[in-house]
């Protein structure tokens, strides 16, 4: 499949759409668009063979969160998938990037996903996390009113730790978990020189 038209029926599907409350507008089709790179990235690093070649797994990982906003949204994702590329893909290849959105947040019990999904369930979650998770931090507490007072407090506590534990814990490859790493302790360092901001230092 050509990647530059795959590209533009994702962000006629997805740019002009605002799927979260929480959410700048085309925010599905941004954070596809990062998890399609990611997961290339990671799939160099897998010394495993994939089910699909990068072109499906790229789509697979672009559309994942097509259907946000209803739910079951992986399923109703794989749907508007089968729709979306069929004058693009052969029927079996609708299938396999149908089934890597289906598989996209199947993140327990997982043992049945492809490894192409376990591909993109980690990119997907990586993306929340390091630069990104600073951005979605910041904006929900900017469509929340929030003070930065009130948005350190919420990043230090343990709810929040809680969730970085429970979202390193859920990713599927040694080469995820050190790049969640490098992106968590990049969160650190920006919300720890906010709070010294917010206190005064120079």
Same mark, same amino acid.
């Given at each position: 499949?050509?990647r ?14 605002k ?5 700048? !507008? *085309?925010?599905?089709? #941004?954070?596809?668009?990062?998890? &399609?790179?990611? $997961?290339?990235? @990671?799939? +160099? ?7 699909v070649p990068?072109?499906l ?10 259907? !946000? *906003?209803?739910?079951? #949204?992986?399923h109703f994702?794989? &749907?508007?998938? $089968?729709?979306? @590329?069929? +004058? ?51 904006n ?17 506590s ?5 969730y970085?534990?429970k ?13 969640f ?20 230092e120079?």
């Amino acid at each position: 499949m050509n990647r530059k038209k795959c590209i533009q029926i994702a962000r006629s599907a997805m740019a002009g759409r605002k799927a979260h409350p929480a959410r700048e !507008k *085309g925010y599905t089709f #941004h954070h596809g668009f990062r998890t &399609a790179r990611l $997961a290339l990235r @990671l799939r +160099e690093q897998i010394s495993k063979p994939v089910e699909v070649p990068e072109a499906l797994l790229f789509a697979g990982a672009l559309f994942h969160d097509v259907g !946000k *906003g209803r739910e079951p #949204h992986n399923h109703f994702g794989a &749907a508007v998938v $089968a729709r979306l @590329l069929a +004058e693009e893909l052969a029927p079996d290849e609708i299938e396999a990037v149908g089934r890597i959105v289906r598989e996209h947040n199947r993140r327990k019990n997982n043992r049945r996903c492809w490894l192409a999904s376990k591909i993109v369930q980690d990119a997907d979650l990586l993306d929340h996390f390091g630069a990104q998770g600073v951005w979605l931090c910041l904006n929900y507490s900017a469509t929340h009113g929030r003070t930065d007072a009130k948005t350190l407090k919420f990043y230090n506590s343990p709810d929040n730790h809680a969730y970085q534990v429970k979202s390193r814990k859920a990713l599927n490859f040694e080469i995820s978990r050190l790049a969640f790493d490098r992106r968590a302790s990049l969160e650190r360092q920006f919300m720890d020189r906010l709070a010294a901001e917010a206190d005064g230092e120079l």
